[in-house]
């Protein structure tokens, strides 16, 4: 069999950090609000005319230093993001010219906050499948880009920023112990568009802001969350106790306890960082990857569950062995 092993990861968050009383001046809130209901204590923001594609590339070089390989050792870019430069071409390309590389192929995903999860599970595919040995997996988002600032039930709870892995075709693995993706699993309901979406876009000729029922998507988070997160762990042939670390979509600290007490898994063994990040969609997970392993937390051969839900309704889970 062919397994997709981590090589790398690196992440990158632009330089304006906003806490919480930052926000008071402008917006009937406070922080302890806004920690109270979200974990929530500061966000990153992206500089003026600082684009998805220039934190992408940051954070992608980050992983390749890791993994001790040039951009052009890889075959493929796929980057997650909701928040791309440009209409076209896709902030990938984009990315890989900065990169330097000029093999290969690379592709933008679209699956709002489950996009890495997504970009993942297309990855480990084109790598089982034998089209891809080395794949470099990005998360990167300007939602500072589509907040209303004058809505303070959506405009606290979003940051900058972007993380990368990289992948490698490893052979001869085959058992649970062995490193590399073990399962995915991916589910999208587009009957819930208007609970969390954009109205703007491309074909409407106009950009937009996010518009979310928060209690809506509270509602569906917890439940669907652990259940693709289990039936990741299922079709891997592990279970709960398996479980070294869930490192889930970081949008609320609620939704991450509750979908951890759902599981069984106690706190100390989930990697959280909404508190200094707040929700960067596609983003949030590869970041979290990346300081957790810098934090010390997650250690190669450890199991790891990562799981997520946004826009669509679209979510999912991997499981995978650093
Ligand atoms: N500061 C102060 N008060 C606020 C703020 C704020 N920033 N925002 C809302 N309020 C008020 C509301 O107006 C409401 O006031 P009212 O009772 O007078 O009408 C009150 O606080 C309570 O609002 P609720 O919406 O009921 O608060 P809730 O406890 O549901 O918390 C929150 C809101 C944090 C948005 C919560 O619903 C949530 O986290 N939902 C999940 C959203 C999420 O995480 N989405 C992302 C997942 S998908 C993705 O990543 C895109």
């Known amino acids: 069999t062919i397994r997709a092993v981590v090589r790398g990861v690196g992440h990158y968050l632009p ?19 806004i920690r ?15 684009t998805t594609s220039d934190m992408a590339t940051k954070a992608a070089q980050a992983a390749l230093d890791m993994a001790g390989i040039g951009a052009n050792d890889l075959d493929t870019i796929i980057l997650a993001t909701s928040t791309a430069d440009l209409t076209f071409p896709s902030a990938a390309t984009m990315v890989q010219h900065k990169l330097g590389m000029t093999g ?15 970009a993942l599970a297309n990855a480990n595919a084109l790598i089982a499948s034998g089209q891809a040995r080395r794949v470099m997996v990005i998360g990167s988002e300007t939602f500072s880009r589509i907040m209303d600032w004058s809505d303070r039930s959506t405009c606290v709870l979003f940051g900058d920023g972007a993380g990368a892995l990289v992948l490698e075709a490893q052979t001869g693995a085959g058992t649970t112990d062995d490193r590399g993706i073990l399962a995915t699993d991916l589910h999208s309901d587009g009957r819930h568009r208007d609970i969390l979406y954009v109205d703007g876009g491309i074909s409407t000729q106009s950009t937009g802001y996010l518009r979310m029922e928060g209690k809506e998507v509270f509602r569906h988070a917890i439940e669907k969350l652990a259940a693709t997160a289990d039936s990741a762990l299922e079709k891997a042939g592990l279970g709960h106790d398996d479980v070294d670390w869930i490192v889930p979509h970081q949008a609320n600290i609620r939704i991450i306890q509750g979908t951890a007490k759902k599981m069984g898994v106690p706190m100390e063994r989930v990697v959280v960082t909404v508190q200094d990040h707040g929700n960067t969609s596609a983003a949030s997970i590869p970041l979290a990857l990346s300081v957790g392993c810098a934090r010390g937390q997650i250690k190669p051969g450890d199991l790891i569950v990562t799981e997520a839900i946004g826009g669509g309704l679209a979510w999912g889970a991997v499981v995978l062995r650093w």
């Open 104 to 118: 290969g192929f690379a592709f933008d995903v679209q699956a709002v906050c489950a996009g890495f999860i997504f």
């Open 36 to 50: 109270a209901r979200s974990g929530i204590e500061r966000r990153h923001f992206a500089a003026e005319g600082e």
């Open 15 to 33: 330089e304006r950090v906003v806490e919480n009383s930052d926000f008071e001046a402008s917006l009937d809130t406070t922080d302890e609000w």
